[in-house]
């Protein structure tokens, strides 16, 4: 069974422009969360997507959004990226929405310069 | 916001010893999680913790759930070069939410 895929792995952006990342969940995986992850805050939850639904927000500025597709496949967004927005970004999977075993993807890389 | 108090913050022990660290919270979670992430990579759950006072093994790793249910160790076994990394431990306070608060880590060195 394939695991969580997150696409790009690295991405380099200019501030002020705006960015989408990829996932794609466990096969059968109905749950999709997103989370930053940096050196001073660690790993900080985002939001978490079910059916298509966002189910929970993090404390983020809405530069931050996400969606959700019926094939569970999710993708967030960054608009006006700023210097502070470098971070390591993980998606995990749940198989449905509340189930706290969550499978991570090996993340994608963000840098704002 | 929750929050989750992880120690040690960094171990660096010697190949062969035994490893114990935990998280505490002032919060009441309804399951804990311990994942360990390398460099490069998302972290890999390791053992998950659903009622208060279970003890769970996976190997050479052990974890409790505090009886408080506020609180978790992991301990590690016999440590090899390849348990480095760092642990992280993670709380689910509320069952219908997929959401995960998370320890600030420990970082594990081991030397051969």
């Known amino acids: 069974k394939a695991g969580v895929t997150q696409t790009p792995r690295y991405l380099i952006k200019t501030r002020g422009q705006q960015v989408t990342l990829s996932c794609s969940p466990i096969?059968?995986?109905?749950?999709v969360s997103w989370y930053q992850q940096t050196p001073g805050q660690g790993l900080q939850f985002l939001f978490e997507?079910?059916?298509?639904?966002?189910?929970n927000k993090g404390n983020f500025p809405g530069r931050f959004s996400g969606r959700q597709f019926s094939n569970s496949r999710s993708e967030m967004n960054v608009s006006t990226l700023e210097l502070g927005d470098s971070a390591l970004y993980l998606c995990a999977s749940t198989s449905q929405g509340g189930v706290a075993e969550a499978f991570f993807g090996q993340g994608t890389r963000l840098t704002v310069v | 916001g929750q929050q989750l108090n992880q120690s040690p913050q960094s171990m660096f022990i010697q190949e062969g010893e035994d490893v114990s660290m935990n998280c505490t919270s002032s919060s009441i979670f309804n399951t804990w999680l311990w994942y360990k992430q390398e460099p490069g990579e998302g972290p890999v759950l390791l053992i998950a913790l659903y009622k208060a006072g279970e003890l769970t093994s996976n190997g050479r790793l052990t974890a409790q759930f505090g009886i408080t249910r506020k609180d978790s160790f992991l301990n590690i076994s016999a440590s090899i070069p390849s348990d480095v990394g760092i642990y992280f431990c993670a709380g689910q306070l509320d069952s219908n939410t997929g959401k995960l608060i998370f320890g600030q880590g420990t970082t594990l060195q081991v030397k051969p």
């Open positions: 997507y079910f059916s298509e639904t966002q189910r």
């Open positions: 096969s059968g995986h109905r749950s």
